[in-house]
């Protein structure tokens, strides 16, 4: 059926877009006549060659980089230059001075065109600077109408802060870019350059992937998700909190599900402008104030605190929490991520709460490159207040951060059509409905409580569920009502059974999940029912000078109604008391406590 015009207008448009359809068309037509089949659907890719081993020759004084070998060097290799297709004036003309390089015609019929921008001067990554980002950034935003994709060729030890930069600079992005590199130069007979820089290629001129990705040894990472593992494996990079966008093996496997995309209908721009005024302070044992402090002075306007394990600090220094809180206060952004090669940060255990009371940031599972790329991205936008930049901070703007949705209903699982109608067809015994109750109800359950949905909670118990039972991470339904401060939702569920010492895989109580989001009334309650507290007097003693550190009078509070002794020492031998500042709120709390105790 053919479409029916109504206004002069769209008749108009119409004529048009059919007009220029048709011209289209006629240019294929014209460039297929120099050289290609009618059935070849043509690609143009830009390689910013910014330097790194891949393009460097050997020279007395080892592999350098050296002016225009690189590109001669590819173009002697079969698999870089198709030598029987011809290149048209027009396709000449379509790269504006840039010679363009055909590839062969790939299995899906794809020809690929590229060509290459050499950079002066060629640079190791290790000289890689903020000015360089911008620079590469800047070629981009002028060529992009003019290609297809992008491949840029980079050295392998700063690649992952590249990728992580380009990620946030290029803004509403809308077409792939792939950095790549090698560890062995492409000249080389065994080298990893050929492959990286052809697959990059071909993934760039076939998919539209819109986004700064990073392709080495048959894996394509999100590029603000990786980091550099190896120094002289050919698996270099990882991306250990995500899994690969694509795997190239005998087909190319893409995970469309993980792409992220843009969410406006804004158009492509570059923020170039990067702040500079960023470092990353690593933890180790034994660090100094006089260190830490020194760290976090003017014009230090962005931090990233590499912490321990989870998230974590030492409980005896209450100095360090006091730096990084005088810090904050400034006007400094201060982002929490591990040490550790994977996992994230956790406000679960206390010390990741206090830093969040001293206004540092999680930075959940970002990698070091991506929480500080982002800081100077953030850092650099004048037209956002402090507190703007710091609730974006938190947001996943670019993919570099899981994002967990907690606002999901609880019962949506058990709604999704599809899901029913396969659980269904396998549900062929009373044993493989018990096994299905086994396994969805806990988590039902947990994010009923966690939401305070009493009606949920009686609905899912009715049908079988328990209140008691964890689930896949150990949390019970208790343990994220305590945290949540519901309170009937934890009496409903400690008259029905929820046990007040149950642990999850943190060996965390609810009667802790109570104290570290400072639920008053509900630690009343637990400890009514039972509930007590497990730490050492020294441990408690911590936990309470560090409290006192940051004036977190209510976080005092939380252990005393949870039976601490409030004249426990730290490791250092110091007490809450003498840790308080004269004046300050838990001082004023603990001599109005001590008064009543006399």
């Known amino acids: ?8 207008l769209a008749r108009q448009s119409a004529l048009h877009d059919t007009v220029a359809v048709k011209m289209s068309e006629f240019l294929w037509k014209k460039e297929d006549l120099a050289g290609s089949s009618h059935s070849e659907k043509k690609r143009r890719v830009l390689v910013l060659y910014t330097g790194g081993t891949i393009g460097m020759k050997w020279t007395e004084k080892g592999y350098s980089p050296v002016k225009d070998y690189f590109e001669d060097k590819i173009q002697t290799y079969p698999m870089l230059k198709d030598t029987q297709y011809v290149i048209s004036s027009l396709e000449t003309e379509r790269f504006e001075g840039i010679k363009p390089i055909p590839l062969p015609l790939t299995i899906r019929n794809y020809r690929i065109l590229y060509g290459i921008k050499e950079y002066t001067p060629l640079l190791d990554s290790s000289n890689m600077s903020m000015t360089d980002w911008a620079y590469i950034a800047s070629d981009i935003r002028k060529y992009y109408a003019k290609f297809d994709a992008f491949v840029i060729l980079h050295g392998t030890d700063t690649m992952a802060y590249t990728a992580s930069a380009l990620s946030f600079m290029l803004e509403n992005l809308g077409k792939t870019i792939i950095l790549t590199g090698s560890q062995i130069p492409l000249s080389e007979l065994r080298s990893d350059g050929r492959d990286n820089l052809l697959e990059s290629l071909i993934i760039a001129g076939e998919f539209v992937i819109p986004e700064v990705l990073l392709y080495f040894n048959n894996k394509l990472f999100r590029g603000n998700r990786t980091v550099k593992m190896n120094s002289s494996r050919l698996d270099a990079f990882s991306s250990p909190n995500f899994p ?18 843009p ?18 302070l690593r933890l180790f044992p034994g660090i100094s104030k006089a260190a830490i402090c020194s760290f976090l002075q003017p014009p230090m306007e962005g931090v990233v605190l590499q912490s321990y394990g989870a998230g974590n600090i030492p409980d005896s220094r209450s100095d360090i929490i006091q730096e990084l809180s005088a810090a904050t ?29 001293a206004n540092v940031i999680p930075g959940y599972d970002m990698t070091p490159e991506a929480s500080l790329t982002k800081l100077s991205y953030l850092l650099s936008r004048s037209e956002l207040s402090l507190e703007e930049k710091r609730k974006l901070m938190e947001e996943n703007l670019r993919g570099e951060k899981t994002v ?20 269904t067809k396998l549900l062929t015994s009373n044993t493989d409905v018990k096994l299905l109750r086994e396994s969805l109800f806990p988590s039902l359950l947990c994010k009923a409580a966690s939401e305070g949905d009493l009606e949920a909670l009686k609905t899912l118990k009715k049908e079988g569920g328990d209140v008691a039972f964890p689930d896949y991470t150990g949390l019970t339904p208790l343990h994220l009502a305590a945290r949540r401060g519901h309170y009937d939702t934890v009496h409903y569920l400690l008259v029905n059974g929820a046990s007040v010492h149950m642990k999850d895989s943190l060996h965390r109580t609810p009667l802790h999940e ?36 940051v004036d977190d009078v209510k976080l005092v509070e939380a252990w005393r109604l949870a039976g601490a002794d409030m004249n426990s020492k730290d490791y250092s031998g110091n007490t809450a008391s003498s840790i308080a500042q004269a004046g300050s709120q838990v001082s004023q709390y603990l001599a109005k406590i001590k008064c009543k105790e006399n």
């Open 1 to 8: 059926m053919g479409h029916t015009f109504d206004t002069p």
């Open 244 to 261: 690969p966008i694509a795997r190239v093996g005998v087909d190319i496997k893409v995970n469309w599900e993980s792409v992220f995309r």
């Open 263 to 280: 969410s406006s209908t804004e158009k492509f721009h570059v923020h170039s402008d990067m702040n500079s005024n960023v470092g990353i």
């Open 329 to 357: 206060e400034r006007g400094v952004i201060i982002v929490n991520c591990s040490q550790c090669f994977s996992g994230y940060v956790s406000e679960k255990y206390a010390a990741g709460l206090i830093l969040r009371d």
């Open 404 to 423: 967990i949705n907690e606002q999901s209903d609880p019962q949506s699982l058990l709604n999704d059509t599809n899901l029913l109608r396969s659980l």
């Open 514 to 549: 109570a104290i570290s989001f400072k639920q008053l009334d509900i630690i009343k309650l637990l400890v009514q029912t039972g509930a007590h507290i497990n730490e050492t007097p020294t441990e408690i003693g911590s936990k309470l000078c560090l409290a006192a550190s």
